[in-house]
């Protein structure tokens, strides 16, 4: 039988994506559904899933890094469950202390805590790579996104082969009688993703500069922590220009700008054309309700 990894990453697009290829693929593959949990993604995105897994019979396998402080050792994965799973970043602390912070330019916070420990999970399962597909959930409209090595790597986007939307995705939750609760796409995993546009950062901070606690915390403890082919024996940042937290609060409080929301998102974010688009402000590395292995 063919085997088929599917990687969910609770967002929308990941979740609907799970549901089809279940639906489709269930009676001719054998199919594993792995989230991989990094400690930072908010609560309602965990509830989501648990709620997706209990609604459609999933069987979501629930994975955390395990990453070994000792140098040469690579990264492994325990699993977890709902009510077990880290809520206060304990996988990427890991991945930090040993690696130093990720930000741009050493971009390995998706590789330790998510690419590594799914394909480390499979293994687990007696699946050598090569002999199975990974399905991940990027749509039509953010084609973009697909991973250059997709061939290689056996990575498979069904929703960009179905030519699925972002209102396809919003249409197929509506029927489903419970959703993503979240306040924004913003607020999607991890909260506080360096990854996300300025103006979604900003926006996350006058909302709510708690959010910011963890990566503050971070940069005090592994911003001086240079590990890896990026040394370039300064600190690192977390933010875009070399921001830091502090940095993102006080120009939440001082610059004027207007809030992401969802209903701007097109105007906001994706098109350069429009007067409200602001190079700075919205520059985005495709960190909107997930962050998906690449």
Not at 47 to 72: L, M, R, S
Not at 168 to 189: M, T
Request: charged content about 30%; proline content about 3%; aromatic content about 12%.
């Amino acid at each position: 039988m063919k085997k088929l990894a599917i990687s969910f990453s609770g967002g929308r697009t990941s979740a609907v994506m799970t549901k089809l290829c279940v639906e489709q693929f269930r009676d001719t593959h054998e199919i594993v559904v792995i989230f991989a949990n990094t400690g930072c993604e908010h609560e309602n995105t965990l509830t989501f899933v648990d709620q997706c897994d209990k609604a459609f019979g999933w069987n979501v396998v629930w994975i955390e890094a395990v990453v070994n402080p000792e140098e040469g050792k690579g990264i492994r994965h325990k699993v977890v469950d709902y009510s077990t799973a880290s809520r206060n970043g304990e996988p990427m602390e890991a991945d930090f202390s040993k690696h130093g912070i990720s930000g741009p330019g050493y971009p390995h916070c998706t590789r330790d805590t998510k690419e590594l420990p799914i394909h480390d999970y499979i293994k687990s399962i007696g699946w050598e790579r090569g002999e199975y597909y990974t399905a991940i959930g990027i749509r039509s409209d953010e084609v973009d996104r697909v991973s250059k090595d997709y061939k290689e790597k056996k990575y498979t986007y069904p929703l960009v082969d179905a030519g699925w939307t972002k209102q396809d995705v919003i249409n197929e939750c509506k029927s489903w009688g419970f959703d993503l609760d979240l306040k924004g796409e913003h607020y999607g995993n991890c909260v506080w993703c360096w990854k996300k546009s300025t103006r979604k950062l900003l926006t996350l901070a006058k909302d709510d500069p708690s959010i910011f606690d963890f990566p503050k915390k971070m940069e005090s403890l592994y911003a001086e922590k240079i590990t890896g082919r990026n040394d370039d024996g300064g600190k690192r940042y977390f933010f875009r220009q070399r921001m830091t937290v502090d940095d993102i609060i006080k120009m939440s409080k001082e610059l004027e700008f207007i809030p992401y929301s969802d209903t701007k998102s097109e105007q906001l974010t994706f098109d350069f054309f429009k007067p409200n688009y602001d190079m700075f402000l919205d520059e985005d590395s495709s960190c909107g309700e997930s962050c998906e292995i690449k």
